[in-house]
Nanobody, 115 residues
Framework: VQLVESGGGLVQPGGSLRLSCEAS????????MSWVRQAPGKGLEWVSS????????SYADSVKGRFTISRDNTNDTLYLRMNNLKTEDTAVYYC?????????RGQGTQVTVSS
């Protein structure tokens, strides 16, 4: 399993970012995928998940209505659109396979929300 995240950066409160995750080494189109994050000094926090065909999604209450998870099974890519970002969204964001309990995850991409 190989997962490579990108798209993080520094953004002001209220801003937007779109994270991407390129997957390889497994059958992406058959795999439930998730985004998780880790804020400084805190544990891993689940953010969102999406079923293999993309018809079912779920979100943590803290991001519901602001974040949108999606996937492109043709290109084996997972996305996370983040709108109306808040300072508490600052974290390293990882894409992961849900079945691995998020142990199979990439190197992460840093998202910093600050004015």
């Amino acid at each position: 399993v190989q997962l490579v995240e990108s798209g993080g950066g520094l953004v002001q409160p209220g801003g937007s970012l779109r994270l991407s995750c390129e997957a390889s080494g497994f059958t992406f189109s058959l795999t439930d995928m998730s985004w998780v994050r880790q804020a400084p000094g805190k544990g891993l926090e689940w953010v969102s998940s999406i079923a293999p065909m993309g018809l079912t999604t779920s979100y943590a209450d803290s991001v519901k209505g602001r974040f949108t998870i999606s996937r492109d099974n043709t290109n084996d890519t997972l996305y996370l659109r983040m709108n109306n970002l808040k300072t508490e969204d600052t974290a390293v964001y990882y894409c992961a396979t849900t079945r691995s309990a998020y142990r199979d995850r990439g190197q992460g991409t840093q998202v910093t929300v600050s004015s």
